[in-house]
């Protein structure tokens, strides 16, 4: 590993298509927003070979990719790709945002990688939202690192960092958190900050010095071996603990000294199966500089210490009907089968996919066969086809290099997939298969659009489409009772971002408006109502009388028409039309415009005649009777309740269920469930949380999730309808 005395990497350079899975390590970077994962990426990529003397490419992004917000300002909203080689091994770094309203890319990196690095700032700490996903992974058994950064910041502390690490993610075995590596400090500066010059290495007792810019070695000052040896011993134990040689432990106690070799050989095991988790500190490389600190160590680590895809479980398959289907972990000859982790779209090539392997080998103009189901509540149909891929690629930047293959555990960029969306499987057309699909966060932030003129009116459904086939955290809702267009995102980020791919890569300009939930309206008490409609205007006239009498249902009862004519004063064959004129009504609303919902109306009584009654005068007549029944009646306007679940730290329960009843909200009962963490559930009003994704973010500090499932129609209290129908008259 990274201790190992001379090492250095022998094979640097870019990365090209593998030959075997035993040369790939794929790892995910994940962390707050602002922790550096890009910048490590960079000085990783720099130090690896695998970009040019800046380590940027030519428009002055970073080499992992990001899009441009219409405020301006830059975030990291998407999964990036940047493989490199390090001593003879193929290195997929990838890139995920640190901010949560992008969790659906961190997802994805996830899927697609077999090992994490944890990029925590040494001048923010480690948040809520960090803690869960490390949950996350330790529910997988992913193995995980940890790597400090931003140590040049004032008062940063690696030791104290190193204590918080084993506090938040060590809960239960706080010994399996600890460095192997010592940061080296240089003499203060002016401002009395003394800057990381270099590492010192526990398990060798060797420093690293980075100060001229290449990392150079050389044995300790004896002022320093104590804090050495300590942190040395904790270190040693640890690994131990955590051997598959039950004798080692023994023998370190009867005061044996374990031999660097043997220690280095367990930390590895221990770290490649999940059981350990070394921190290590890292910063880009000076200007001029070829290392930044800490980036070999860090890249010994991942080479020689974290799994191959060969030591990764094969992945839940069945065939397209359901049939479940064995894999051999990671084999490139076996049958074809990988997963779309991400879908993004190229101006010059179009769609292009980012491809994980997991069985068999990928070939460039090569057919497939594309399967992609379970998404269709987000906007996404079910799709079984055939499709001709195009090149493979890896990328550079926001430049492609061309890859002749991809095997089993690698990744690869595929052009012209144009039917494939993310989370979407690959293989072969003639022995279709289907992966089980990774969970998706809910969105529940809703985002109601229109289109800003006609011209954009064509385009909008074309662009929509696009949208959201690239990005299944997004759902696509044609709200037929409100009669919008709503994207459903996971947060004001995820909308902002919606909004500018819409404008700039589809040429879809679009206005928000207000989101209207559906809003209904029923009967308080019995009412009755007359409906005549009689026009004698020359020629054919209208005839038509009808009396109805309207009462209200439960709840979910909808519409009842009820025939209680008697003696023929409605022909029968009119009785069908007095039916349809009164359900036509129902539909439009009777005070404020939204449906009429839990009524029985009977027909009571009515008049024709001979020659001027039809089917179209009994249908107004009918429509007629029931607006004189609704205009001398209490009408109550319904609102939609729903049952909402919120997961949220002990810490948050008072201020949540607080929050809770502040909207209107009933409190059903709370749940204890692992990890400090409260189940409430509630039920509340729709028309309260339409903004609570964002709001309890706020209020949990990102440790917070909730689902909200429709529940019933309940009526809504006095002062707020009043409220609701001024808006609507004045809308």
């Avoid at 987000?378 to 001709?388: A, P, Y």
Wanted: proline fraction near 6%; include cysteine.
């Amino acid at each position: 590993m990274g201790d190992k005395a001379n090492a250095h990497p022998g094979a640097a350079g870019r990365a090209t298509a593998a030959d075997q899975p035993a040369s790939v390590r794929n790892v995910v970077l994940v962390g707050h927003s602002g922790s550096g994962k890009t910048t490590l990426v960079e000085a990783l990529a720099l130090t690896a070979g695998a970009v040019n003397r800046a380590g940027r490419v030519e428009d002055g992004g970073t080499v992992s990719d990001y899009d441009e917000i219409e405020h301006r300002q830059q975030r990291s909203v998407q999964l990036s790709l940047v493989p490199v080689a390090f001593d003879g091994i193929k290195v997929n770094l990838l890139d995920t945002p640190g901010y949560a309203d992008f969790v659906g890319e961190l997802r994805a990196g996830l899927r697609a990688a077999d090992a994490a690095l944890f990029v925590v700032s040494a001048a923010d700490g480690v948040d809520g939202s960090t803690r869960m996903v490390w949950e996350e992974c330790a529910a997988v058994g992913m193995p995980r690192a940890i790597v400090v950064t931003h140590l040049e910041a004032a008062r940063a502390d690696f030791e104290e960092m190193t204590r918080i690490c084993a506090e938040a993610f060590g809960a239960d075995d706080p010994d399996a958190v600890l460095p192997l590596y010592l940061p080296l400090r240089g003499p203060e500066g002016p401002d009395g900050h003394a800057p990381v010059t270099g590492l010192t290495g526990l398990l060798s007792r060797t420093l690293f010095d980075y100060s001229s810019g290449e990392r150079s070695e050389s044995e300790p000052d004896e002022d320093r071996l104590p804090a050495i040896e300590e942190a040395r011993n904790r270190l040693i134990e640890g690994i131990i603990a955590e051997s598959e040689d039950e004798t080692l432990m023994d023998r370190y106690l009867g005061g044996e000294q374990i031999d660097v070799k043997t220690l280095i050989d367990d930390l590895e095991r221990a770290v490649a199966r999940g059981a350990f988790f070394p921190v290590l500190a890292a910063a880009p490389a000076a200007e001029g500089a070829r290392q930044g600190l800490g980036t070999v160590e860090l890249l010994e680590l991942v080479t020689r210490g974290f799994p191959t895809p060969l030591e990764r479980e094969a992945p839940h398959v069945t065939t397209v009907d359901g049939r479940p289907r064995e894999l051999k972990p990671c084999d490139p000859d076996g049958p074809l089968v990988a997963e779309v982790v991400k879908t993004s779209s190229d101006p010059y090539v179009g769609r292009v996919s980012l491809v994980r392997v997991f069985s068999g080998t990928l070939h460039p103009e090569e057919t497939v066969h594309v399967s992609g189901h379970g998404l269709a509540d987000r906007g996404h149909e079910d799709h079984d086809v055939d499709e001709r891929i195009g090149a493979l690629s890896a990328p550079f930047g926001k430049q492609q290099r061309a890859l002749t293959h991809c095997i089993a555990g690698d990744l690869a960029c595929v052009a012209k997939l144009g039917r494939a969306e993310t989370g979407d499987t690959l293989s072969a057309k003639d022995d279709p298969l289907l992966m089980e699909p990774w969970q998706m966060p809910d969105p529940l932030l809703p985002l109601a659009i229109r289109a800003h003129s006609k011209a954009d009116e064509d385009k909008l459904s074309q662009g929509l489409g696009r949208l959201v086939a690239e990005d299944p955290t997004m759902r696509l809702e044609h709200n037929q009772h409100t009669h919008q267009v709503v994207l459903w995102c996971l947060g004001e980020a995820h909308s902002d971002v919606a909004l500018e791919r819409l404008r700039s890569r589809y040429g879809v300009q679009v206005d928000v408006v207000p989101h209207r939930v559906s809003l209904r309206e029923t009967f308080a008490a019995k009412s009755a109502g007359r409906g005549r409609h009689v026009k004698q205007s020359g020629g054919h006239g209208q005839y038509a009388v009808c009396e109805i009498e309207v009462e209200p249902l439960p709840g979910g009862s909808g519409i009842e028409f009820v025939d209680r004519v008697v003696g023929g004063s409605v022909p029968r064959q009119f009785i069908p039309s007095v039916e349809k004129g009164v359900r036509a009504q129902a539909a439009k609303g009777v005070a404020a415009g939204h449906p009429l919902v839990d009524v029985r109306i009977t027909l009571l009584d009515g008049k024709a005649h001979s020659v001027d009654s039809s089917d179209a005068a009994f249908q107004t007549a009918g429509a007629l009777a029931l607006r004189e029944a609704a205009a001398d009646a209490r009408i109550h306007l319904l609102e939609p309740v729903a049952e909402v679940s919120v997961l949220v730290g002990d810490e948050y329960v008072g201020t949540v269920m607080s929050d809770l009843s502040g909207r209107r909200g009933r409190v059903l009962g709370t749940e204890q469930t692992s990890g400090s963490r409260t189940l409430v559930r509630a039920e509340v009003p729709e028309i309260e949380i339409g903004r609570y994704a964002v709001d309890l973010r706020s209020l949990s500090h990102g440790t917070a999730r909730f689902h909200r499932a429709y529940a019933r129609h309940e009526p809504m209290p006095p002062q707020v309808a009043e409220k609701v129908r001024q808006q609507t008259e004045a809308g």
